[in-house]
């Protein structure tokens, strides 16, 4: 009796201890999203009455050109620069894990762009794009690989890739510091150079193997990243030309605070978190399907 009266008490304890956290994740997650579906069935206005409106906005978003640019943009962004940048940070954190002269340095080197704002990255990059001025034709006009400027940000075909590698170069050395290579014994390598593994089959046998929990949150930063690229896709390029670098977050921002379409913009933001919930439940599947997974120990 004496047994359970404590373990009722822990119990509580726990509750009481967990409330705190779970009030405010209610109140700051759960409640925003249980409204913006409830305001997604609704014609929203600043002033006079809201207007319940049904399915009207999703079949509008199903029929838009506009919604399909701005998400398959998104999705090849994910798709595409994601798993690029991935690569090519296992690559580099190879080369700086060696024991190499000076290897700290480089992985600050490596690590400088990502706490830089993405407002202030943008506007570099901006100006490196730049057809006249910026720094990147200046090179290729003094190589003579090219006669004239490339107008990369206002290119149809080369506005996304450019806007693409600039957040690459900004991730990457976040994404070399998570892939924590120092957290692999180096006595693993050894036995596998006396048994003649060579590069590859180190790669493929011990490194991926050992980090693939680290390259599962790669990617779901990566996801974030790919729904939230919104400071940088508004400075560079407004979404344009045309809808060439539109996305997602950036078409619900023109609808809700442009267009003044609060209900649906709402719509676009309750499908862009389904999309958000089956990607990262198809990463957490693909690299093993244990994230948040609980063990208990006797």
Known sequence: MAFKREARRIRWMIYLFLFPSLAIFLLYRIVPIAWNVVLSFQEWKLIGPNLFVG????????????????????LIYFFVGSPIAIGIAIFVAIL??????????YRAIVFLPYPITPVAIA????????EKVGLINYILRSLGMVKQGIP?????????????????????????????????????YEVAELDGAGFFTQLFRITLPLIRPTIFI?????????FTLFDMIYIMTNGGPGHATEILISNIYKNAFTFNRMGYAAAMTFVMFLFLLLVTGLSNKASGGEAGEVHYYA
């Open 55 to 74: 399915l009207s906005h999703y079949l509008e978003m199903i029929k838009s050109d506009v919604f399909w640019q701005s998400l398959v943009n998104t």
């Open 96 to 105: 700086v894990n060696k024991p190499l002269f000076g290897r700290n340095a």
């Open 152 to 188: 990369f940000l206002q290119s149809f075909s080369l506005a996304l890739p450019s806007v693409i590698v600039t957040s690459i170069w900004q991730v990457l050395g976040y994404f070399v510091l998570l892939t924590g290579l120092q957290s692999i014994p180096d006595d693993l």
């Open 123 to 130: 506007i570099i990059w901006k100006w490196l794009y730049d």
């Open 218 to 226: 790669c990617f779901i930063v990566g996801i974030i990243n790919s």
